[in-house]
């Protein structure tokens, strides 16, 4: 007998059932997200976490919060190792979230000192996280990422090869350069698998593509923070306005720590431009200041980079 597929309204009800306000209700609420993200399209996904004209969602939670009850569910392994010891949760997800995005050291080290109990906030668990130094930071980043059943990325950049509706002419099109792809095909690539917990992703993004882009770093499960923006030496061509500029948006998950002080660029990149779509090599320079130390991988690449594994159909 075939098994009828949910409807968004239906994984409405089941995700509503499972919210509770207990280490339970937590797990619940997390496995059934799970299900229902591989289950449903992106698209209706996306509605359950959308506001109506009246203010109201499918589901009491947006789509960042949703991602959190994933995370732990996920991670709920690191929580439950200590908590069938006798040990208690905290029931708040909130908490839960933080306990779950320490280093499983000092996740460790709290359990066996006690520190975690049912009445424990979230706001301790984040003063635990800004006791570790930026330099205890990098250096368990580097090592999550190593030493994972499969290697993973804490920093990221990629340049999709976007497709466009608008062609000047069909001597420019973007398809005689290299093969474009359309943004829901993008968004199906597992870049989310590829990077660690807490991981920066750089992604470039021209003007008129730049509502897709934001999209794309969300399915991506990835969190837009800012931008910098590259400035040509020549003007292109350009539907509405020609262009002259690029995006290369910053976004992140978990909890990435931000380049030191002295290691932040300024948001303004000046290169000349190079082949078609070509992008500056200052952009990986800058990167590389910002992050010396972690393993990086570049997406869509168009050659090997010294100290960046590559992906993409032209390496």
């Known amino acids: 007998m075939t098994k009828l597929a949910l409807t968004v309204d239906q994984w409405a009800e089941r995700i509503t059932a499972a919210l509770q306000k207990t280490v339970e209700g937590v797990f619940e609420t997390g496995r059934v997200l799970v299900k229902a993200k591989a289950a449903l399209p992106h698209g209706d996904w996306m509605v359950l976490f959308t506001p109506n004209a009246e203010g109201d969602r499918m589901v009491p939670l947006s789509v960042q919060s949703a991602d959190k009850f994933m995370r732990i569910w996920k991670e709920r392994g690191r929580l439950n190792a200590n908590y069938a010891h006798g040990r208690n949760l905290p029931g708040s997800w909130r908490t839960l979230y933080e306990l779950v995005a320490l280093p499983e050291a000092i996740l460790d080290e709290k359990f066996a000192a006690g520190e975690v109990t049912p009445e424990l906030e979230r706001q301790e668990v984040v003063g635990w996280r800004r006791e570790l130094t930026r330099a205890d930071r990098i250096a368990t980043l580097a090592t999550t990422a ?30 005689n350069q290299y093969d474009t792809a359309e943004a829901d095909d993008l968004g199906k690539i597992p870049v989310g698998d590829w990077a660690t917990d807490d991981a920066v992703l750089f992604c470039w993004a021209t003007s008129p593509k730049l509502a897709e882009a934001l999209d794309l770093l969300t399915q991506w499960t990835f969190t837009y923070r800012t931008c910098l923006v590259w400035v040509k030496d020549v003007i292109g061509m350009g539907y509405w306005v020609r262009q002259q500029h690029e995006l290369l948006l910053i976004a992140t ?19 000349p431009r190079a082949e078609h779509s070509e992008k500056p090599v200052v952009a990986h320079e800058l990167i590389e200041r910002m992050f010396p130390s972690l393993p990086k991988l570049e997406l869509f690449a168009r050659r090997p980079r010294d100290g960046w594994d590559v992906w993409g159909d032209e390496v």
């Not at 190593?146 to 000047?168: F, K």
């Not at 002419?169 to 398809?175: D, G, P, T, V």
């Not at 998950?253 to 290169?271: I, K, L, Q, Y």
């Open 146 to 175: 190593t030493a994972a059943p499969m290697l993973r990325y804490p920093v990221l950049l990629a340049d999709p090869p976007w497709r466009y509706e608008h062609v000047i002419s069909e001597s420019r099109a973007i398809e």
């Open 253 to 271: 998950r978990g909890d990435m720590v931000a380049p030191a002080p002295a290691d932040r660029p300024s948001s303004v990149m000046t290169a």
